[in-house]
């Protein structure tokens, strides 16, 4: 086995930074678990950029500890990259006995093999089936996927086999052959065919600091140089790269039955040659790492009409993401962690990131005279150009044809675009309410054998309804707390003739732990699920935050929907009185830091105990992460105070023990609502909304909600 440094020597110091700089930044290596471990190994993948040719074989190198050989391009022997190739193991395509080093190199071991079967790099992406052979088109002329790597892969096992029942003709032959003294004896362990997908998210084009330094190294530049640079540059700076590495495939089991027939080598191979290359080359196009790119621009193309209203647009994304998930396709993560947003008027990065290049390749117009529907232009969509200039010219023709070989996919969004809006508001509905619903579940079913865990009836969220009632109130509850804490004052206003909600935020109403690791925007994002079932539900909506759901309520102004009326925070937690938190939270934390740093982590304070006003609806410690959490919220809170222009009653209690007086008077102060008020109430404790005599509390609220209801504010 070599040494990891031996790949270092005489590298270009350059190329090498570089590469550690994807690895490190960009790139995503799943499946590694596939990979076996003693076997000669054949690597196959799809091919899109020059880049691959390099970054594949080094990032198995990096895992495997062993040489991975590719076939690259004359030319990038003569380029400052050649010395890396050399070292990375790569070979000439016009070396002399290439192929019968390779099959070699599989018998052996000496060495694991890469293989591009597509044979170019496939730069529209456009792959079609004939038969059962996949076509990769080339300016509209379709060439098969190359078999070569099965042949590789089925002709070693097929000698070694040979070589294992002592069959071999001419030993000396073969031995001279496939260079086999070069390395060392016969690996008795199979050849495995390992299939990587490889997938992009994020693909763009633009000029960027890579592309100029590189220009004046390599002036002058061919056009087909240019394009690549461009395109590989941008990858490096922006782009993710996931790395799939597939279910292995067995040569031997695909040999066995046929070893005892008496059949030629030739004939053996060439009866498995392109079954085998369809099998595994099917495995990698289906293994597709889904991004939100592509369901973007697939539902722009097969929408039957020439407009679409960014909100149906947008609720089409995410309800395909929802199917995706449901039938366990591969798709990015990432799109996990806030694909709330996409839907909960607000603006959502990967939306109008994509929705710039549409814009700019004239693929969508926004409608002037509504901003909130584009109008599709199929024609600039479905535009080709040519192999070696559609990437710059039309990348999301690009990233089209990549998910439209994905027929699960295809299909998902076909059933959604045939149904109407208010179809899809309800299907909409219906899987928010169950994510809702899994969420709490999953969470309380996760910790159930704990013995102070809450019960469903206090940790749950809930819904009131009013049949009669257009208006909708969404409740939020405090710090550590649980929707139970809402729930006198929903019954009160539900009573009242308004439709109520009191969600869940995630974390609360379980155990301390289960809010452990969970930030401010996780909670954030419940309030968020929570409006938009609000909104497909009702005309007019309020949100009421008490504590830390006030904060919440104040972040939510900034979501732009026609249903908000009003807001009403009850004493807002935007700074406490509790000296621990002041002083002593920060010198633990400190001490934490410390005692990390010496791995020893046994000595951490996690946790400092808490005595709250109801045991029943609270948590009895809180955990130093999660407080953090809390003070990175209330930061949050006072930088947008004075964005905030919406209506607003702000409440507070006057002799409050755990959030000091001064936050209501500070968010008074600082937002630039027109219409504002703010009422001190008599209350010697914190969860006023829970007390005895809160029914002048709750009225002050009722009449509130009714001057927005009837328009007076």
Excluded at 161 to 182: M, P, V
Excluded at 280 to 301: A, C, G, P
Excluded at 357 to 381: P, S, T
Excluded at 464 to 489: D, Q, R, W, Y
Aim: aromatic share 10%; net charge neutral; charged share 25%.
């Amino acid at each position: 086995m070599i040494k990891k440094n031996d790949l270092l020597i005489n590298t270009n110091g350059y190329v090498l930074s570089l590469l550690e700089k994807i690895l490190d930044a960009n790139v995503e290596i799943l499946g590694v678990e596939n990979i076996p471990k003693n076997n000669p190994k054949l690597f196959v993948a799809n091919h899109f950029t020059r880049t691959e040719a390099m970054l594949i074989p080094y990032t198995l190198y990096n895992i495997t500890n062993k040489k991975v050989g590719v076939i690259a391009d004359d030319s990038l022997f003569k380029s400052f990259l050649g010395t890396f190739l050399e070292n990375l193991g790569a070979i000439k395509k016009s070396a002399p006995n290439r192929n019968e080093h390779i099959i070699g190199d599989l018998i052996t071991s000496c060495k694991d093999w890469m293989i591009f079967p597509e044979g170019m790099m496939v730069k529209a992406k456009d792959i079609s089936k004939t038969d059962k052979n996949f076509c990769v088109k080339i300016n509209d002329v379709c060439q098969r996927v190359y078999t070569g790597s099965a042949v590789f892969a089925l002709t070693s096992q097929y000698f070694r086999q040979k070589f294992l029942d002592e069959k071999l003709e001419n030993q000396n032959e073969f031995t001279k052959k496939y260079f086999i003294s070069d390395c060392k004896n016969i690996n008795t362990d199979e050849t495995m065919i390992v299939p990587i997908n490889i997938s992009y998210s994020n693909l763009r084009t633009g000029k960027n600091f890579l592309i100029d330094m590189l220009s004046k190294l390599f002036e002058p530049m061919e056009e087909n140089f240019k394009e690549e640079l461009e395109i590989e540059s941008n990858i490096v700076l922006n782009s993710k790269i996931t790395i799939r590495i597939l279910e292995p495939i067995s040569t031997k089991n695909l040999l066995e039955n046929l070893y005892s027939k008496d059949l030629s080598e030739e004939e053996i191979i060439n009866s498995l040659r392109h079954e085998v290359t369809h099998d595994f080359m099917n495995k990698i196009y289906e293994s597709l790492t889904i991004n939100f790119d592509h369901i973007f621009i697939l539902i722009l193309f097969l929408y039957p009409k020439e407009e679409i209203k960014s909100e149906h647009f947008k609720r089409l994304i995410y309800i395909t993401f929802f199917k995706i998930k449901q039938l366990k396709l591969f798709y990015d993560k990432d799109i996990d962690e806030d694909l709330i947003y996409l839907i909960s008027y607000e603006k959502f990065k990967a939306f109008n990131n994509i929705l710039e290049v549409a814009v700019e390749n004239k693929i969508l117009e926004i409608d002037e005279v509504n901003c909130y529907k584009f109008l599709i232009n199929k024609k600039n969509l479905l535009n080709n150009h040519t192999h070696d200039t559609i990437r710059l010219k039309n990348i999301l023709r690009v990233i089209l044809n990549e998910i439209l070989i994905q027929k699960d996919v295809v299909d998902i969004v076909n059933n959604l675009i045939s149904n109407d809006e208010e179809e899809i508001n309800k299907q909409l509905l219906e899987i928010l309410k169950f994510e809702e619903n899994q969420e709490f579940e999953n969470s309380h079913e996760k910790l159930k054998n704990h013995k102070n865990i809450k019960p469903i009836e206090i940790g749950k969220h809930k819904y009131f309804e009013n049949t009669n009632s257009n208006s909708c109130v969404i409740a939020i509850h405090g710090f550590s707390s649980s929707p139970k804490e809402m729930e006198k004052l929903a019954l009160f206003l539900n009573k009242n003739g308004l439709n109520v909600q009191t969600p869940r935020l995630a974390g609360h109403g379980t155990i301390p732990e289960d809010l452990k690791d969970r930030t401010w925007q996780d909670w954030y994002k419940s309030v968020s699920r929570s409006i938009v079932i609000g909104t497909l539900q009702y005309t007019k909506i309020y949100i009421i935050g008490f504590s830390t759901g006030g904060l919440l309520a104040l972040l939510s102004t900034k979501k732009d929907y026609k249903e908000f009326v009003s807001l009403v925070c009850i004493n807002a937690a935007l700074h406490l009185n509790d000296l621990r938190i002041k002083t002593i939270l920060p010198a633990i934390s400190f001490w934490n830091d410390i005692v990390k740093a010496f791995d020893s982590e046994k000595y951490t304070k996690e946790y400092i105990e808490n005595f709250p006003e109801n045991i029943e609806t609270n948590y009895n410690k809180h955990y130093i992460t999660s407080i953090e959490q809390l003070n990175l919220l209330m930061q949050k809170i006072r930088k947008i105070l004075p964005k905030i222009k919406k209506p607003i009653l702000i409440i507070q209690g006057k002799d409050d023990p755990v959030v000091n007086s001064t936050s209501a008077h500070e968010i008074f102060q600082n937002i630039e609502s027109r219409y504002k008020s703010l009422k001190i109430v008599e209350a010697k404790n914190h969860v006023i909304v829970n007390n005895e005599n809160s029914e002048e509390l709750f009225l002050t609220i009722l009449d509130f909600i009714k001057q927005g209801k009837n328009n007076e504010i």
